[in-house]
Nanobody
Framework: QVQLVESGGGLVQAGGSLRLSCAAS????????MGWFRQAPGKEREFVASISWNGGTTYYADSVKGRFTISRDNAKNTVYLQMNNLKPEDTAVYYC?????????????????WGQGTQVTVSS
């Protein structure tokens, strides 16, 4: 059974930084695309970033381009989201996602395993 455990969320002032981590277990990590999504209160869950199975391709939502960086360490079965220059509108629960299909370049919003989420709050 695939398990995803996020960590690194918290409260930060606008302009600050946080690094989220997602530790995966239960299957071979290195052949699956990974991603991050977020859900703000009263809003639908939205895509944030995705990284291909080998780390060679990344995608970002327009709202976070230039501020967030997704990366992965296949030796540690972990995916990261470095978030810089945070804004109050980045406040949300952030979810790690793991593709159910192997060897893909990008994760989508439906065919995934999900973590439990970690809260990120950015104060103005």
């Amino acid at each position: 059974q695939v398990q995803l455990v996020e960590s690194g969320g918290g409260l930060v002032q606008a302009g600050g930084s946080l690094r989220l981590s997602c530790a995966a277990s239960g299957r071979t990590f290195s052949i699956y695309a990974m991603g991050w999504f977020r859900q703000a209160p009263g809003k639908e869950r939205e895509f944030v970033a995705s990284i291909s199975w080998n780390g060679g391709t990344t995608y970002y939502a327009d709202s976070v381009k230039g501020r967030f960086t997704i990366s992965r360490d296949n030796a540690k079965n972990t995916v990261y989201l470095q978030m810089n220059n945070l804004k109050p509108e980045d406040t949300a629960v952030y979810y790690c996602a793991a593709d159910r299909s192997s060897l893909r370049q990008r994760i989508d919003s439906t065919n995934n395993y999900w973590g439990q989420g970690t809260q990120v709050t950015v104060s103005s």
